[in-house]
């Protein structure tokens, strides 16, 4: 593998490999594994939607998008328009959805120009889609959204047929298809899902009255993927299952998904300390013994919060040790007592799988009071992404 990073002007080449600090590790394999496994699992007629949103929750939208692709998914759902534009550049031709709210015309015009499909939620969006499609010469297709429980973007549910009729009449304008969002689908119990899928059925049974051809049918995230094939219909959109991470604890057997994300760092540095000594600011840890304190060059600025201070362990050379004191921007420092071995320039890591052992997104999630798709969107970009060894 390389160790520059090309296509930089003179004297700007980056280093990546041995002496980089700390990197990302993508593996485009496990994410293709991921896209397969959920193919097989949807049901007859189902196609598998990508979310590669936030630059492919923190995993680089183009490297998913190809490795998704590769494992049978047949379109792509992104939140923003330079998202959307971003893969399209890119060359990928798959279908794009775009799932955020667009108001201008020029964006509905972009969205023209490069075949992206906006999200309509009211009928004022579906008439500048008119307008721009005619001009264009040809219709701009859409999705329409339905409200049937999220209370964000779409159309109140029981608007939705005569939303529908309205847009269906509009030229310029094609309705390819029609979807909602679920808000609960991650709790066993289920009740507001089942609630928002039965709203969503009557909104799709009006429309077989009125003669109104819904076009794609889709509602499920990951977590309605995973959990019920009655919420498959024509297409799942699935975002945190395609990285290999389960929604919930209930649905981690699910499915065989891979982990497609590491966090590594390497050892910058390290220390002989007496008893007594605090470590870092505010000395919110001092060591009881004698103790070696190995540094990593990673802080909160790379995406490790602060929250994780003194909660957070590494695995090095096939141990698990104990990070210590607060976590400051561009380091941390961990305890390497229990483990002589560790040298200067050895790889540590943070997040994802060593040597048989696992640390994942769940796991600082629970620490830090939040989910793991915040943990895996929070890795800044000063981190290199490269691909891991396993993943070409």
Known sequence: MSYLMHGRAPGEELLVGPQQRAWVEINRGAISHNAACLKRS??????????????GYGHGAVTVAEAALAGGACSFGVATLAEAIELRQAGITAPILVLGNLQQPEEFRCCLHWRLMPTLSGLDQGLICSQVGAAGGRPLEAHLKLDTGMARLGVAWEQGPQLLESLSALEGLKVQGVYSHLADADQAEGALTRQQQQRFEGVLQRLQDLDLQPGLRHLANSAGTLSNRSLHYDLV???????????APHLAQSLPLQPAMAVRARVTLLRDVPAGVGVSYGHRHVTNQPSRLAVLGIGYADGVSRLLSGRLQVLALGQRLPQVG???MDQLVVDATALPELEVGSVVTLLGESEGDQIGPETWGEICGTIPWEVL??????????????GH
């Open 377 to 390: 969107c929070g890795f800044k970009h000063r981190l290199p992404r490269l691909p891991s060894r396993g």
């Open 237 to 247: 959109r699935v975002g945190l299952a395609l990285y290999g991470h389960a929604p």
């Open 42 to 55: 949807l049901g007859p007629g189902c196609g598998l939607m990508a979310v590669v949103k936030a630059d």
């Open 326 to 328: 607060s976590i400051t």
